[in-house]
């Protein structure tokens, strides 16, 4: 029996979207963030030494990153290959590419608008608070807001040459990709990327993704 030890409102949201695609039964291990810092219980060390989720749990293999687990599942389950294209395809490619975008190039600037968001609602001494506002405004409009823009029209561009990232198909990129356009959505809103948003309506109308929010429980990334 595969298990996902699950944190709310994270990335293994999109493990258990994939597990609903594939049919394939599953249980959930769910744990809550701290609500004061918004990190993943000390009790998730014991499952991964970095404590963090996804982490999936099949017979004896032990899986952690969320881009990992996806291939690892299509690999072993999708003999079909309904969620990837056929390997030597330009495709395949694509697929492979926008695997590895979403956590290496999209969260990243996502992140550090987070942090830096954060870093100017901190609770600190009053005469300190201009100075940490002024740095992290700075920030944001000096290079976290250009590099969001630059990766949002990056995708949206993409978008407009097919239907779904690796072509015309739909595949695991998708539920890869989910995650930083959820985030962007969430943060930013997509107003000026149509394409982006339309992605997100189509996504959410799968059953797979529906019955996935059902197994994880709410997912709110503004939380």
């Known amino acids: 029996m595969i298990t996902v030890h699950h944190l709310n409102n994270s990335r293994s949201q999109r493990v258990l979207w994939l597990l609903e695609e594939l049919g394939l039964d599953y249980t959930v291990v769910r744990y809550q963030r701290d609500p004061a810092t918004m990190l993943a219980p000390p009790s998730l060390r014991a499952v991964h030494p970095l404590g963090k989720s996804p982490v999936l749990v099949d017979a004896d293999n032990i899986l952690a990153e969320s881009g990992a687990v996806l291939e690892y599942l299509v690999e072993r389950y999708d003999a079909a290959r309904t969620f990837a294209p056929s390997p030597g395809t330009a495709e395949h490619l694509r697929y492979r590419y926008w695997l590895h975008y979403a956590e290496g190039s999209a969260m990243p600037p996502m992140l550090l608008s987070l942090v830096f968001a954060r870093i100017k609602k ?7 608070r201009p100075i940490a ?22 995708m949206e561009g993409e ?12 595949s695991a990129a998708d539920i890869q990709m989910s995650f930083p356009i959820e985030a962007a959505a969430a943060r930013a809103g997509l107003q000026n990327h149509p394409r982006l948003a339309d992605f997100l309506t189509r996504i959410h109308a799968r059953p797979a993704y529906q019955r996935a929010l059902e197994q994880g429980g709410p997912f709110d990334l503004l939380s």
């Not at 901190?122 to 300190?128: H, T």
């Not at 506002?133 to 990056?154: C, E, M, N, T, W």
């Not at 978008?159 to 739909?170: C, D, I, V």
């Open 159 to 170: 978008l407009g040459k097919n239907r779904w990232f690796a072509g015309e198909n739909f």
């Open 133 to 154: 506002r002024s740095i992290a405004d700075k920030a944001l409009r000096g290079f976290v807001g250009p590099q969001l823009k630059l990766h949002l029209d990056y």
């Open 122 to 128: 901190a609770p600190m001494p009053f005469f300190a």
